[in-house]
Nanobody, 123 residues
Framework: QVQLVESGGGLVQAGGSLRLSCAAS????????MGWFRQTPGKERKFVAV????????YVADSVKGRFTISRDNAKNTLYLQMNSLNPEDTDVYYC????????????????WGQGTQVTVSS
Protein backbone atom coordinates (compact mmCIF):
# COMPACT_ATOMS: atom_id res chain seq x y z
CA GLN A 1 0.00 0.00 0.00
CA VAL A 2 1.23 3.49 -0.89
CA GLN A 3 -0.35 6.71 0.32
CA LEU A 4 0.09 9.77 -1.87
CA VAL A 5 -0.56 13.39 -0.95
CA GLU A 6 -0.23 16.20 -3.49
CA SER A 7 0.50 19.80 -2.65
CA GLY A 8 1.64 22.99 -4.34
CA GLY A 9 -1.43 23.82 -6.38
CA GLY A 10 -2.97 27.25 -6.42
CA LEU A 11 -3.84 30.29 -8.47
CA VAL A 12 -1.24 31.70 -10.84
CA GLN A 13 -1.28 34.16 -13.71
CA ALA A 14 -0.67 33.07 -17.27
CA GLY A 15 3.04 32.79 -17.94
CA GLY A 16 3.77 31.92 -14.34
CA SER A 17 5.15 28.79 -12.70
CA LEU A 18 4.17 26.32 -10.03
CA ARG A 19 5.86 23.27 -8.58
CA LEU A 20 3.65 20.44 -7.47
CA SER A 21 4.83 17.91 -4.92
CA CYS A 22 3.59 14.44 -4.13
CA ALA A 23 4.64 12.98 -0.79
CA ALA A 24 4.57 9.20 -0.57
CA SER A 25 4.37 6.97 2.47
CA UNK A 26 3.96 3.28 2.99
CA UNK A 27 5.84 0.81 0.86
CA UNK A 28 9.19 1.62 -0.71
CA UNK A 29 8.71 4.69 -2.87
CA UNK A 30 11.75 3.92 -4.99
CA UNK A 31 10.21 0.67 -6.24
CA UNK A 32 7.42 2.54 -8.05
CA UNK A 33 7.29 4.42 -11.30
CA MET A 34 5.36 7.62 -10.68
CA GLY A 35 3.04 9.62 -12.88
CA TRP A 36 1.13 12.88 -13.01
CA PHE A 37 -2.33 13.13 -14.51
CA ARG A 38 -4.79 15.99 -14.83
CA GLN A 39 -8.55 16.22 -14.98
CA THR A 40 -11.21 18.77 -15.74
CA PRO A 41 -14.48 18.04 -13.92
CA GLY A 42 -16.72 15.91 -16.11
CA LYS A 43 -13.91 14.90 -18.42
CA GLU A 44 -11.51 12.00 -18.61
CA ARG A 45 -8.34 12.08 -16.58
CA LYS A 46 -5.36 12.66 -18.87
CA PHE A 47 -1.70 11.72 -18.74
CA VAL A 48 0.81 14.49 -18.07
CA ALA A 49 4.15 12.88 -17.25
CA VAL A 50 5.80 9.75 -15.88
CA UNK A 51 9.16 8.93 -14.33
CA UNK A 52 10.79 5.57 -13.75
CA UNK A 53 11.65 4.28 -10.28
CA UNK A 54 15.27 5.43 -10.66
CA UNK A 55 14.46 8.72 -12.30
CA UNK A 56 16.46 7.73 -15.35
CA UNK A 57 13.51 7.65 -17.74
CA UNK A 58 10.86 10.31 -18.16
CA TYR A 59 8.06 10.98 -20.61
CA VAL A 60 5.79 13.97 -20.85
CA ALA A 61 2.66 14.60 -22.87
CA ASP A 62 3.11 16.59 -26.07
CA SER A 63 0.83 19.30 -24.73
CA VAL A 64 3.27 20.13 -21.93
CA LYS A 65 6.60 19.21 -23.51
CA GLY A 66 9.17 21.92 -22.99
CA ARG A 67 7.10 23.50 -20.20
CA PHE A 68 6.63 20.79 -17.56
CA THR A 69 9.36 18.69 -15.96
CA ILE A 70 8.87 15.63 -13.78
CA SER A 71 11.44 14.64 -11.19
CA ARG A 72 11.72 12.68 -7.97
CA ASP A 73 13.79 12.52 -4.83
CA ASN A 74 13.78 8.96 -3.53
CA ALA A 75 15.59 9.98 -0.35
CA LYS A 76 12.65 12.26 0.47
CA ASN A 77 9.94 9.98 -0.91
CA THR A 78 8.71 12.86 -3.03
CA LEU A 79 7.67 13.35 -6.62
CA TYR A 80 7.66 16.75 -8.31
CA LEU A 81 6.13 18.45 -11.31
CA GLN A 82 7.71 21.75 -12.28
CA MET A 83 5.25 23.69 -14.44
CA ASN A 84 6.46 26.73 -16.35
CA SER A 85 4.84 29.03 -18.89
CA LEU A 86 1.42 28.12 -17.60
CA ASN A 87 -1.63 29.06 -19.61
CA PRO A 88 -5.35 28.97 -18.78
CA GLU A 89 -5.70 25.62 -20.59
CA ASP A 90 -3.52 24.10 -17.88
CA THR A 91 -6.25 24.73 -15.32
CA ASP A 92 -7.15 21.33 -13.88
CA VAL A 93 -6.96 19.11 -10.85
CA TYR A 94 -3.57 17.38 -10.88
CA TYR A 95 -3.11 13.89 -9.49
CA CYS A 96 -0.03 11.84 -8.76
CA UNK A 97 -0.11 8.08 -9.09
CA UNK A 98 2.13 5.07 -8.48
CA UNK A 99 2.67 1.88 -10.44
CA UNK A 100 4.98 -1.11 -10.37
CA UNK A 101 4.26 -1.89 -14.04
CA UNK A 102 6.93 0.41 -15.42
CA UNK A 103 6.54 3.76 -17.12
CA UNK A 104 3.03 4.02 -18.50
CA UNK A 105 0.59 6.66 -19.67
CA UNK A 106 -2.78 4.99 -19.12
CA UNK A 107 -4.93 5.14 -16.02
CA UNK A 108 -5.36 1.39 -15.64
CA UNK A 109 -1.61 0.89 -15.23
CA UNK A 110 -1.61 2.78 -11.93
CA UNK A 111 -2.53 1.24 -8.60
CA UNK A 112 -2.40 4.14 -6.17
CA TRP A 113 -3.67 7.70 -6.49
CA GLY A 114 -3.52 10.89 -4.50
CA GLN A 115 -6.50 13.11 -3.79
CA GLY A 116 -5.48 15.79 -6.27
CA THR A 117 -4.46 19.42 -6.09
CA GLN A 118 -6.18 22.25 -7.96
CA VAL A 119 -4.20 24.39 -10.37
CA THR A 120 -5.92 27.49 -11.72
CA VAL A 121 -4.28 29.72 -14.30
CA SER A 122 -5.82 33.13 -14.87
CA SER A 123 -5.50 35.03 -18.14
Amino acid sequence: QVQLVESGGGLVQAGGSLRLSCAASGRTFSSYAMGWFRQTPGKERKFVAVISWSGGTTYVADSVKGRFTISRDNAKNTLYLQMNSLNPEDTDVYYCAATQRGVGDTLREYDYWGQGTQVTVSS
